[in-house]
């Protein structure tokens, strides 16, 4: 299996600042296929199934404020919010889907500070 | 616009067996290369997959849960299914629906998610 490890566990940050969430897989997720990292980047708030944000690493999952990025590649991946707004305050998931089982980072929480 | 929903009891006793349905509405669970998976997440925790199954009943399982769950698909209903047997409170989690595109050979994310079931295993 591939494992999926993030950091920092939780984060707060002043609003209108900059939040970056790293995330780590085990072992390469790029796609041979289309040369694209099999990366999706998640978002869940509470009471609230995940919602998708980034997908293939660095694309931007239609009507996702473009102040949220997503980079990286190999095995190193990174989210990150410029500017953050109150509505951004969540839970923050990595999964790869390279291969099954599919796995998911354990989460990081974004907080105002 | 398509939507999932998840139906099932709440409760379930121990050592017993689980049993949900997803139904998709606004859409057909036959478009192709289209899956349709579960996903859990116990509370306060992560979220762990299951299975996935194509609506030809091509099946993907979580080798971790491999022994205990059966997904299957009824294109007649639009609907998919999860059973999970000898059930413990450790499998007590909201368990998700969820569409994901591809094939073994290029996934895709899980884009579509239904709004998901808790389900409390306890006597």
């Known amino acids: 299996d591939i494992v999926m490890t993030q950091s920092p566990d939780s984060l707060a940050v002043s609003l209108g600042e900059r939040a970056t969430i790293n995330c780590k897989s085990s072992?390469?997720?790029?796609?041979?296929?289309?040369?694209?990292?099999?990366i999706a980047w998640y978002q869940q708030k509470p009471g609230q199934p995940p919602k998708v944000f980034i997908y293939?690493?660095?694309t931007r999952e239609s009507g996702v404020p473009d102040r949220f990025s997503g980079s990286g590649s190999g095995t190193d991946f990174t989210l990150t919010i410029s500017g953050l707004q109150a509505e951004d305050v969540a839970v923050y998931y990595c999964?790869?889907?390279?291969?099954?089982?599919?796995?998911f980072g354990p989460g990081t929480k974004v907080d105002i500070k | 616009q398509l939507q999932l929903q998840e139906s099932g009891p709440g409760l379930v006793k121990p050592s017993e067996t689980l049993s949900l349905t997803c139904t998709v509405s606004?859409?057909?669970?036959?478009?192709?290369?289209?899956?349709w998976g579960w996903i859990r997440q116990p509370p306060g925790k992560g979220l762990d997959w299951i299975a996935s199954?194509?609506?030809?009943?091509?099946?993907y399982y979580n080798p971790s849960l491999k022994s205990r769950v059966t997904i299957s698909v009824d294109p007649s209903k639009n609907q998919f299914s999860l059973k999970l047997t000898s059930v413990t409170a450790a499998d007590t989690a909201v368990y998700y629906c969820?569409?994901?595109?591809?094939?073994?050979?290029?996934?895709?994310?899980?884009?579509?998610w239904g709004q998901g079931t808790m389900v409390t295993v306890s006597p």
């Open positions: 293939w690493a660095s």
């Open positions: 969820a569409r994901h595109f591809g094939d073994s050979s290029a996934w895709q994310r899980f884009d579509m």
């Open positions: 199954i194509y609506y030809s009943g091509i099946i």
């Open positions: 072992q390469s997720v790029l796609n041979s296929s289309n040369n694209k990292n099999s």
């Open positions: 999964q790869q889907y390279q291969s099954t089982p599919f796995t």
């Open positions: 606004g859409g057909s669970i036959t478009n192709n290369n289209y899956y």
